[in-house]
């Protein structure tokens, strides 16, 4: 069993950043990967951001691309997320997760940001 515990996240202007970040309870060097999901009321849980244990390769969606940032520090067994320039569609609950043998995921970070 894992447990993910996300920090970070908040409110914000539009305009703004915030940043959240995942801590896994064992060593994330042997997994496939982590990432960040997120969820707008009503709508499907979409895929934010992706990145592979060790190789560190990145997969981003495309409302995200150039805003947001992914990363990883496999020694702290953490994973982070970077949003810069933030918009109003970008209010979610933003879920933490990895993927190895079996898939995990966080309770749930809410951002906010207002017009």
């Known amino acids: 069993q894992v447990q993910l515990v996300e920090s970070g996240g908040g409110s914000v202007q539009a305009g703004g950043s915030l940043s959240l970040s995942c801590v896994a309870s064992?060593?994330?060097?042997?997994?496939?990967?982590m990432g960040w999901y997120r969820q707008s009321p009503g709508k499907e849980r979409e895929m934010v951001a992706t990145i592979t244990s060790g190789s560190h390769i990145k997969s981003v969606a495309g409302f995200a691309r150039g805003r947001f940032t992914i990363s990883m520090d496999d020694a702290k067994n953490t994973v982070y997320l970077q949003m810069n320039s933030l918009k109003p569609e970008d209010t979610a609950v933003y879920y933490c997760h990895l993927r190895g043998s079996k898939t995990y995921w966080g309770q749930g970070s809410q951002v906010t940001v207002s017009a």
């Open positions: 064992r060593d994330i060097r042997n997994i496939n990967a």
